[in-house]
Every structure is written in structure tokens, then in C-alpha cells.
């Protein structure tokens, strides 16, 4: 079985949780603040890749303040695939770097493909069906096409973070039907249970009209009687004009917006909320479904990954569009679970140990050795 310790790793995403001026979303988060405690290696055998440079012959490089390396590959392919294959492990998280896929034959060894969240069309259909305010379509079939090139090269290994990606990902990508895709979870560790929770219900991520974060300010107005409180910041100025909306909610006294939270501030947060509410129009599985998990917290949702909130929390069924009509399903779901606390904390225990079976940091490396080996016996 592979040593992770003692390997060089490579990790390709497009952004870096606001290193270098990228976007704070759930990718860079992945990246930059649980990866590197995951694979519990030499913080000198990791380097993030955000893309590519401009310049023909150099890496454009900067260390993060917790001093990982992190890097742009130079425009010229034989460099930057010379530069790439000096790693052991190739990491992509989605389909985020597509100059990766550019280098196709240069490349001397497989690429870790995770699967995180694979849009094909329809997905995208639903998304556009809120016109309330629009999220930016960033569907690239040609950068789809490199993907399935570099597939039927041999060039790639696919592993996903929820079961049900799986399917999404043969559409997109269009893999053979009959591939078998294993499972590798996004690493949460579980936090002591806590006897302090409050009725505080809360929102965890950006503040994007995918997140449609109009419904949770809606939901608190209609639940005077409990607060409220959105753990988020809009992500780029688009969004932020788009999401006027919610300023006409910000004198409710029982909804608090604290912005963006990280560390032990997001951490107080989760430790005090009994409820995590998601109003998302597509959700992959989201960490922070996850967070709440690990702090006791029972989620309600009209998104229902692998039938985790189903299973573990109030699933409120399919919700499209603008979703005004779905809030009274979310008040009196929300409602339920506070009137009959044994069993939301029935439904928070079990949830925490799903999340301790199957996403603690030790399965995370048991599954990546497992995957590493079976890249190492199959031939490109």
C-alpha cells in the first residue's frame, strides 16, 4: 500500500479560498484548508496549481500564509508537463484546470480525477430557471472534450465525493456507462458533542443566486419567534448587485448577517445552531451539509445527496425557479424539528456518525491509498 508521507503532490483547482486573489468557494476551501491536514504529509510535499502563467518559460509562484507553494504553469506544454510530471500524484479537483487536459500525451502518469460537482445541460436548466437573478453559466464543452480525450487516453482515474455524481459525470464527460467509479469522501473531522445549542438556525456559503439566499431571509421573517443568521459573503460585484434583494431584509431583529466566517468565529456558529437550512437551485454534496453534521447540526433541504438530508435531516422535495412557493414547506419543516427536539437530536447523532464512518480523515486515506494503488497496477 502507498506511503502518502512520502510522496510529492500536485493539486490543480482554479482557486485557493482568497489566496492570489481567488474566490472563497468550496473548492478553493477543500484545497487550502482541509487537504493539507487529510493527507497528513510535509506541508514542503504539497504544491497547489492555479493554471497557467504568462510567461512562456516561467512558473509564476507565491506561498500561502500557511506556507504551501503555490503555482502557475508556464504557456509552453513541454515545460509545464516537464514540470508536472516531476510529482508523484496528480490531483484535479473537478474539471477546474483545463490547461492540465491541454498537456494530454506529455504527461508520464495518470491524473486523480475527484469528482466534485459535474454539471451536464440539464443541470444547468434547472439553475437558469431562477430569474430572479442569474448565476453565470460557465458550461465549456471544449474543455469537456479534453477531459474525454484524456479518458480514452488512459490518462485519467476518477474517484467522486457522493455516489450520485457518478452518473453526472458519464453524461458530461460522456465515460463509458459501465464504469466503475470509486468512492473518495470529502475529509470532515467530527467536534465534541456540545449542550449549548440554541433554536438558532443558520446559512452557510455564498451568497449567490444559486444559493437563492432570498428564501432563508424570507423563512426568518415568517419565524419571528427564532434567529437567524446567514454565515456568507457574495463572491464577486455581479452578485453582489444581483443580491439586493436581501437588503430589504436587514432591519428583521431576528436575522443576523455576519458575513464571511472562518476558523473559530464559523466554528462558534456551528456549535451553538440546532438547524442548518439550504434554499441552493444545485447543490453537489456540500461541505458545509457536512459542518453540520460534525457540530450536531440537522439539516433541511430541498437538495437530497446520496439521501443524506432525507436520511439525516428534513428533506422538503424539489424545489425550482425563484422558490417562493417552497417556503412555507422549509417554515414547517424547520417548525418540526424545533417543536420535537428528541428527535432532531436523534437525527444530529446518527448523522454524525454517518459522517464519522465515512468522511473522518481516516477513510479519507485509506480510500486514497486504495485508489493510488489501483492507478499504480493499471498501465497508460
Aim: aromatic residues 12%; charged residues 25%; contains cysteine.
Amino acid at each position: 500500500m502507498n506511503n502518502l508521507s512520502n510522496k510529492k503532490y500536485l493539486i490543480f483547482v482554479n482557486e485557493f479560498f482568497g489566496e492570489w486573489d481567488t474566490a472563497k468557494g468550496g473548492y478553493g476551501f477543500l484545497a487550502r484548508h482541509i487537504l493539507p491536514k487529510a493527507l497528513n504529509i510535509p506541508i514542503s510535499n504539497l504544491t497547489v496549481c492555479l493554471g497557467r502563467s504568462h510567461s512562456l518559460y516561467k512558473c509564476e509562484t507565491r506561498c500561502s500564509s500557511e506556507g504551501i507553494k503555490l503555482l502557475k504553469l508556464p504557456k509552453l506544454r513541454f515545460l509545464a508537463a516537464k514540470i508536472v510530471n516531476s510529482y508523484d500524484v496528480l490531483i484535479t479537483i473537478e474539471a477546474t484546470v483545463d490547461y492540465l487536459f491541454s498537456l494530454k500525451n506529455r504527461l508520464d502518469k495518470k491524473i486523480l480525477f475527484w469528482i466534485q460537482d459535474p454539471r451536464p445541460c440539464e443541470d444547468w436548466d434547472i439553475i437558469n430557471s431562477v430569474t430572479l437573478a442569474k448565476e453565470e453559466n460557465y458550461y465549456n464543452s471544449k474543455t469537456y472534450e479534453l477531459v474525454n480525450y484524456c479518458y480514452k487516453q488512459n490518462l485519467l482515474y476518477f474517484a467522486t465525493q457522493a455516489n450520485y455524481l457518478s452518473q453526472k459525470a458519464v453524461k458530461l464527460y460522456k465515460l463509458d456507462p459501465s464504469i466503475s467509479i470509486p468512492f473518495l469522501p470529502n475529509p470532515i473531522e467530527a467536534q465534541p458533542d456540545y449542550s449549548s445549542k440554541e433554536n438558532n438556525i443558520i446559512f452557510l456559503g455564498r451568497l449567490d443566486s444559486v444559493k437563492r439566499g432570498w428564501l432563508f431571509c424570507e423563512i426568518a421573517k415568517q419565524l419571528p419567534n427564532y434567529n437567524f443568521y446567514v454565515l456568507g459573503s457574495s463572491s464577486n460585484d455581479l452578485e453582489r448587485q444581483n443580491n439586493s434583494i436581501l437588503d430589504k431584509y436587514k432591519n428583521l431583529p431576528n436575522l443576523h448577517f455576519l458575513g464571511h466566517l472562518d476558523g473559530e468565529e464559523k466554528a462558534r456558529e456551528l456549535r451553538k445552531a440546532k438547524i442548518l437550512v439550504n434554499t441552493s437551485i444545485h447543490e453537489a454534496l456540500p461541505i458545509s451539509f457536512l459542518e453540520a453534521f460534525a457540530y450536531g447540526a440537522t439539516v433541511v433541504s430541498n437538495q437530497n445527496p446520496d439521501n443524506l438530508v432525507q436520511t439525516y435531516g428534513r428533506y422538503i422535495g424539489e424545489s425550482t425557479g425563484n422558490g417562493w412557493e417552497d417556503v412555507q414547506k422549509f417554515v414547517t419543516e424547520i417548525t418540526f424539528l424545533l417543536s420535537n427536539d428528541e428527535i432532531r437530536s436523534d437525527l444530529a447523532s446518527k448523522a454524525k456518525k454517518y459522517l464519522i464512518r465515512y468522511h473522518s480523515l481516516e477513510n479519507f486515506r485509506k480510500q486514497l491509498n486504495l485508489i493510488l494503488d489501483a492507478m499504480q497496477s493499471s498501465n497508460i
